[in-house]
């Protein structure tokens, strides 16, 4: 069973930096594509950031040069490097994995992280 273990949240002034992490352990086959969702209070989960197997990175438009998303595939990591947080970007973050086997598609989550954004 595949296990995303995600580290690096916490509380941060609007303009400041954080760095999540995410590693992922148990899997049987080549983790697919990796990335990072989140949800705020009232609101529905929205992807972030996500990078495919030899992708390229893509972002929603509110992270759009704010966030950058990394991944080390020889240790199934996959980082979200986010400056000049805003408020808005309180939310939990899950990160996210997928496993393409036996013509199926096999989607996990963290447990996620909050981040929290104000003065």
């Known amino acids: 069973q595949v296990q995303l273990v995600e580290s690096g949240g916490g509380l941060v002034q609007p303009g400041g930096s954080l760095r999540l992490s995410c590693a992922a352990s148990?899997?049987?086959?080549?983790?697919?594509?990796m990335g990072w969702y989140r949800q705020a209070p009232g609101k529905e989960r929205e992807l972030v950031a996500s990078?495919?197997?030899?992708?390229?990175?893509t972002y929603t438009d509110s992270v759009q040069g704010r966030f950058t998303i990394s991944r080390d595939i020889a240790t199934n990591t996959v980082f979200l490097q986010m400056n000049i947080l805003k408020p808005e970007d309180t939310a939990v973050y899950y990160c996210?994995?997928?496993?393409?086997?036996?013509?199926?598609?096999?989607?996990?989550w963290g447990q996620g992280t909050q981040v929290t954004v104000s003065s």
């Open positions: 996210h994995a997928d496993v393409k086997a036996f013509g199926r598609k096999y989607d996990y």
């Open positions: 990078v495919a197997s030899g992708g390229s990175p």
């Open positions: 148990g899997m049987r086959f080549s983790l697919n594509t």
